[in-house]
Protein backbone atom coordinates (compact mmCIF):
# COMPACT_ATOMS: atom_id res chain seq x y z
CA UNK A 1 0.00 0.00 0.00
CA UNK A 2 1.46 3.71 -0.91
CA UNK A 3 2.27 5.85 1.98
CA UNK A 4 -0.45 8.83 1.14
CA UNK A 5 -4.21 9.61 2.46
CA UNK A 6 -6.97 11.35 0.15
CA UNK A 7 -9.85 11.69 2.24
CA UNK A 8 -9.88 12.47 6.07
CA UNK A 9 -13.78 11.97 6.37
CA UNK A 10 -15.34 12.69 9.84
CA UNK A 11 -19.14 11.92 11.25
CA UNK A 12 -20.58 15.38 11.92
CA UNK A 13 -23.71 15.78 14.40
CA UNK A 14 -24.83 18.41 12.78
CA UNK A 15 -24.16 18.93 9.22
CA UNK A 16 -25.61 21.91 8.43
CA UNK A 17 -23.60 23.72 11.00
CA UNK A 18 -20.54 22.14 9.71
CA UNK A 19 -21.67 23.65 6.48
CA UNK A 20 -22.13 27.28 7.59
CA UNK A 21 -19.12 27.36 9.53
CA UNK A 22 -16.64 25.74 7.16
CA UNK A 23 -18.09 27.63 3.64
CA UNK A 24 -20.26 30.69 5.28
CA UNK A 25 -17.98 31.82 8.28
CA UNK A 26 -14.51 30.86 6.64
CA UNK A 27 -14.94 30.91 3.35
CA UNK A 28 -14.45 27.64 2.39
CA UNK A 29 -15.70 26.29 -1.33
CA UNK A 30 -17.06 22.69 -1.20
CA UNK A 31 -16.44 20.56 -3.85
CA UNK A 32 -19.06 18.29 -3.55
CA UNK A 33 -21.93 19.48 -1.18
CA UNK A 34 -25.14 16.92 -0.91
CA UNK A 35 -27.24 18.39 1.57
CA UNK A 36 -28.22 15.97 4.29
CA UNK A 37 -25.40 13.90 3.95
CA UNK A 38 -21.60 14.82 3.12
CA UNK A 39 -19.76 18.38 2.37
CA UNK A 40 -16.63 17.59 1.12
CA UNK A 41 -13.53 20.84 0.76
CA UNK A 42 -10.31 20.30 -0.95
CA UNK A 43 -8.00 21.07 1.63
CA UNK A 44 -4.90 20.04 -0.44
CA UNK A 45 -3.37 18.70 -3.40
CA UNK A 46 -5.06 15.49 -3.82
CA UNK A 47 -6.70 16.02 0.06
CA UNK A 48 -10.49 16.20 0.52
CA UNK A 49 -11.80 17.03 4.03
CA UNK A 50 -15.31 15.06 4.19
CA UNK A 51 -17.70 16.17 6.81
CA UNK A 52 -20.16 13.18 6.65
CA UNK A 53 -23.45 12.99 8.66
CA UNK A 54 -22.97 10.75 11.60
CA UNK A 55 -26.35 9.01 11.17
CA UNK A 56 -25.73 8.49 8.00
CA UNK A 57 -21.53 7.42 8.42
CA UNK A 58 -22.70 4.83 11.53
CA UNK A 59 -25.05 3.13 8.60
CA UNK A 60 -22.60 3.26 5.91
CA UNK A 61 -20.09 1.77 9.20
CA UNK A 62 -21.99 -1.24 9.58
CA UNK A 63 -22.52 0.53 13.32
CA UNK A 64 -25.75 1.20 15.79
CA UNK A 65 -26.62 4.62 15.48
CA UNK A 66 -24.53 6.96 18.05
CA UNK A 67 -21.42 5.62 18.12
CA UNK A 68 -19.71 7.98 15.12
CA UNK A 69 -17.60 10.52 17.23
CA UNK A 70 -14.28 12.87 17.25
CA UNK A 71 -11.59 12.16 19.68
CA UNK A 72 -8.43 12.24 19.95
CA UNK A 73 -8.01 14.34 17.00
CA UNK A 74 -6.76 17.33 16.30
CA UNK A 75 -6.53 19.19 12.33
CA UNK A 76 -3.70 21.35 11.83
CA UNK A 77 -3.36 24.20 9.94
CA UNK A 78 0.47 25.93 9.85
CA UNK A 79 0.40 29.53 9.22
CA UNK A 80 3.62 31.79 8.56
CA UNK A 81 4.05 33.69 11.79
CA UNK A 82 2.46 34.14 15.45
CA UNK A 83 0.70 37.20 14.27
CA UNK A 84 -1.07 35.01 11.54
CA UNK A 85 -2.44 32.47 14.31
CA UNK A 86 -3.74 35.35 16.10
CA UNK A 87 -5.96 36.39 12.99
CA UNK A 88 -6.65 33.01 12.36
CA UNK A 89 -8.38 32.33 15.55
CA UNK A 90 -9.96 35.10 15.94
CA UNK A 91 -11.68 34.86 12.47
CA UNK A 92 -12.64 31.11 13.68
CA UNK A 93 -14.40 32.35 16.76
CA UNK A 94 -16.22 34.78 14.80
CA UNK A 95 -17.23 32.34 12.54
CA UNK A 96 -18.65 30.35 15.19
CA UNK A 97 -15.45 28.14 17.00
CA UNK A 98 -15.39 27.88 20.82
CA UNK A 99 -11.16 28.87 21.27
CA UNK A 100 -10.02 26.03 23.97
CA UNK A 101 -6.33 27.35 24.31
CA UNK A 102 -5.35 31.39 23.31
CA UNK A 103 -2.25 31.54 20.99
CA UNK A 104 0.98 30.78 22.80
CA UNK A 105 4.07 29.55 23.12
CA UNK A 106 3.75 25.36 23.17
CA UNK A 107 5.09 23.42 25.62
CA UNK A 108 7.17 21.09 22.57
CA UNK A 109 8.65 21.80 19.66
CA UNK A 110 9.31 25.94 19.48
CA UNK A 111 5.49 26.35 18.25
CA UNK A 112 3.17 29.10 18.70
CA UNK A 113 -0.02 27.95 18.47
CA UNK A 114 -3.82 27.64 19.77
CA UNK A 115 -6.76 25.35 19.25
CA UNK A 116 -10.57 25.99 18.13
CA UNK A 117 -13.12 23.81 18.45
CA UNK A 118 -15.41 24.00 15.35
CA UNK A 119 -19.38 23.60 15.87
CA UNK A 120 -19.52 19.83 15.93
CA UNK A 121 -16.74 19.40 18.24
CA UNK A 122 -13.38 18.66 15.50
CA UNK A 123 -10.53 20.48 17.22
CA UNK A 124 -8.01 22.20 14.98
CA UNK A 125 -4.44 23.64 15.97
CA UNK A 126 -3.73 26.86 14.28
CA UNK A 127 0.63 26.82 14.76
CA UNK A 128 3.40 28.95 13.59
CA UNK A 129 6.03 26.13 13.50
CA UNK A 130 9.08 27.56 12.31
CA UNK A 131 10.66 24.15 11.85
CA UNK A 132 7.79 22.67 9.82
CA UNK A 133 7.87 24.11 5.69
CA UNK A 134 6.97 22.00 2.69
CA UNK A 135 9.78 21.54 0.18
CA UNK A 136 10.00 22.12 -3.65
CA UNK A 137 8.92 18.81 -4.36
CA UNK A 138 5.87 19.13 -1.92
CA UNK A 139 6.96 16.60 0.84
CA UNK A 140 6.74 18.03 4.06
CA UNK A 141 10.69 18.88 6.27
CA UNK A 142 10.22 18.65 9.66
CA UNK A 143 13.26 20.04 11.91
Do not use: C
Amino acid sequence: MKQQVHFLTLATADLDAARAFYRDGLGWEPLVDVPGEIVFFQVAPGMVLGLFDAEKFDRDLGRPPGTAGVSGLTLAHNVDGPEEVEWTVRAMAAAGAKVLTPPRPGEFGGVFHAHVEDPNGVVWEIAHNPGWHVDGTGRVVLG
